[in-house]
């Protein structure tokens, strides 16, 4: 059996079905995201694997024992929450004590084991502060060494880095991948940031309408979205119906039954490489964006819209606007459901 | 010229309010510690003679006694009875919450006069003590304030999060509540607290109609000898009001000791600018950290 075991999980507020039949396996040690927009069920699915949601069906298992039942402080389930959820009124040193005092261990040990991980989160500094003295990544370092100190089975982070600002996101994203890969903790973290998914897990659960949609790792989630809720949740995908392909190559045809279709727009290239098959074909640019170290460019191809992204070579740039052929590989055109 | 102009007048709207409210005081201070103020602008004699009656007088000291010990039962019950349950309300009976919100403003619809009348032709037979029946017309009378204060104490610590992290970290329910909730409202409570106080202290309609001449407390007493002598009131007046101030200093330097939520609401807007550190190494989480570490870290605290 996996680490952790999620059977036909549901769970409704009133006529409300916030989350249907879900089930998934986590191995230890993985780090998961529940990837999805606001009101999917994300941070809901957490809270009920942190024992504070009451589900109604289905059955959920750690390390073989069944936790259906089992009140929060006796899942041995660490948690981080979106706003940090210091106790004001205790020092750092104190909050990340709270739950080794509750244990009533010896003081010597306490005051050990709130050092390794004040430590692991470079706060030795602070440890006499009260969390408002303190910054926001902080008060979420703080957070996160509280909930590490108790050596959890499972570390739950529901949305930790979204009230930081992008330079501190960036680099806890860092350290939080770091730490994870060190401690082999398994973690499952909720985001409605796809980058940030990418760049923290080793397997992204994307989430609609209280379902997982897709569950891949990064890499194979951004090349092989499932439907057209994922395309257009990862990355920057053109959804292209039947029609519209045919607009853009006439000789197009697909034997599947799918009817649409999604292209990356970075797989879209401007000059035709030399001596490649694939579908050659003309466009006029509509309009472009600098995003830093790429190019994003809307053309027009027989009335059908393609966002197309270029490497930003500024010396390239007036050949850019005034080059009108274009080209795709056949195998960046992805079959996808509705 | 304009930047002057409107300080004077901001001044002189200050002055106005400060010496209006202030007036009263003055001159009930004044005409206690005088024995002659009739047809002059200003008293023609000054006297502490009515001050050392007071203190003197064995029945004021009973009064304020009495005053005090009926305010403290009442506050107690009160804050026993009622913080627990505005906590488990707001936390897990939302609707609930709703519903009181709006019944615990209906102490200021019904006079004081009209529930002390409801209350004696309920109790007047009964066994139930009148003392009993004034500490649970107070504790009514108290709602409003006690449980808005705690429930705005409650939403502004964020006690859905608070109580869950400590859930989470395997305190239970009481554990939480003892240990992070309360201390952390402990300022919420202690000015509803003090504003409940002042009102308990105070409290004529209800103590006087329903066991007024059996037991006297301060307002009754100062009631009584109002009718005696205006000078003697005056000096209960001004010991009441210097009483009341007392008594809230107290409260207030409890409160504002440096531990705890009473300064971290006030700083919490003066948060530190985010320190850039940089990202953790790899070799801080071997449990010997080197020397080259070390130094690492002496570097990033400078910086």
């Known amino acids: 059996m996996s680490f952790i075991s999620v059977e036909n999980l549901s769970l409704s507020f009133g006529n409300h079905e916030v989350l249907k039949d879900i089930s998934f396996q986590i191995e230890e040690g993985e780090l998961i995201t529940l990837l999805g927009p606001s009101g999917c069920g994300k941070s809901t699915l957490l809270r009920v694997i942190a024992g504070l949601e009451v589900f109604q069906e289905g059955n959920l298992f750690l390390e073989e024992d069944d936790i259906s039942n089992t009140l929060p402080r006796d899942r041995n389930v660490g948690m981080v929450f979106q706003n940090y959820a210091l106790f004001p009124n205790m020092t750092i040193f104190e909050n990340i004590a709270f739950g080794l005092t509750l244990k009533k261990l010896p003081k010597d040990e306490i005051h050990r084991e709130v050092m390794r991980v004040v430590r ?17 990544g902080q008060q979420q370092r703080t957070s996160l060494a509280r909930s590490l100190v108790t050596k959890p089975k499972v570390l739950l982070l529901d949305e930790p880095l979204s009230a930081l600002d992008a330079k501190i996101r960036k680099q806890l994203q860092v350290d939080i991948r770091e730490l994870q890969k060190t401690l082999g903790i398994t973690m499952i973290f909720v985001t409605h940031d796809q980058e940030e998914a990418m ?17 891949a790792t990064p890499a194979d989630l951004y090349a092989q979205p499932k439907n057209q809720f994922v395309a257009s949740f990862i990355g920057n ?22 009817s649409k279709y999604a292209i990356r727009s970075e797989s879209i290239q401007l000059a035709a490489p030399s001596g490649e098959t694939g579908i050659y074909f003309n466009g006029k640019i509509e309009n472009y964006t600098v995003l830093g170290s790429t190019i994003r460019c809307l053309y027009d191809v027989n009335d059908v819209k393609l966002s197309v992204d270029l490497i930003n070579n500024v010396q390239n740039l007036e050949s850019i606007k005034s080059q009108t052929q274009l080209f795709i590989d056949r195998n960046d055109i992805i079959a996808i459901d509705q | ?8 007048s901001t001044y002189l709207i200050l002055v106005i309010f400060g010496l209006y409210m202030i007036f009263p005081f003055i001159s009930t201070g004044l005409y206690a510690t005088s024995t002659n103020w009739s047809n002059t602008l200003l008293p023609n004699d000054f006297t502490f003679q009515w001050f050392i009656e007071l203190f003197q007088d064995s029945n004021f000291i009973s009064a304020v006694t009495r005053s005090i010990t009926l305010t403290l039962i009442t506050l107690a019950v009160v804050l026993v009875v009622m913080v627990p349950t505005v906590f488990i309300v ?7 919450d709703n519903f009181m919100k709006g019944l615990v403003l209906m102490p200021y619809a019904i006079p004081a006069v009209i529930l002390a009348t409801g209350l ?7 066994a139930i003590p009148k003392y009993a029946v004034l500490v649970g017309g107070l504790f009514v009378g108290s709602l409003p304030f006690m449980y808005q204060g705690v429930r705005n104490s409650l ?23 003892l240990k992070v ?28 109609l329903l066991i007024g001449g059996r037991y006297e407390t301060i307002r009754i007493y100062m009631m009584r000898r109002m009718n005696e002598n205006g000078h003697l009131a005056s000096a209960v007046m001004v010991a009441y009001f210097l009483l009341l101030i007392v008594i809230s200093l107290v409260i207030t330097r409890i409160t504002s000791s440096k531990k705890g939520v009473s300064n971290s609401l006030f700083k919490r807007k003066k948060r530190k600018q985010e320190q850039v550190i940089p990202p953790l190494s790899l070799k801080q989480l071997e449990p010997a950290a080197t020397s080259e570490v070390k130094s690492n870290n002496e570097k990033r605290r400078k910086l």
């Open chain 2, 120 to 126: 004696l032709r309920m109790y007047s037979g009964s």
């Open chain 2, 155 to 177: 939403e502004g610590i964020h006690s859905r999060n608070l109580m869950q992290a400590a859930e989470m970290l395997g305190a239970s329910k009481l554990q939480a509540f």
């Open chain 2, 1 to 8: 010229m304009k930047i002057k102009k409107r300080n004077i």
């Open chain 2, 90 to 96: 707001y936390m897990y009976f939302p609707k609930v």
């Open chain 1, 199 to 215: 760049i923290l897990s080793d397997r992204v659960f994307v989430m609609s309408e209280g379902k997982i949609v897709q569950s």
């Open chain 2, 181 to 208: 909730i309360v201390p952390n409202i402990k300022l919420g409570l202690l000015i509803t607290t003090l504003l409940i106080f002042s009102g308990f202290f105070g409290e004529f309609v209800l103590t006087n």
């Open chain 1, 120 to 136: 692991l989160v470079n706060l030795e500094d602070k440890i006499d502060h009260y969390p408002h003295q303190l910054s926001g």
């Open chain 1, 237 to 258: 995908y053109n959804i292209l119906s039947t029609d519209d392909l045919n607009k853009i190559d006439p000789a197009f045809s697909d034997q599947s039954l799918v």
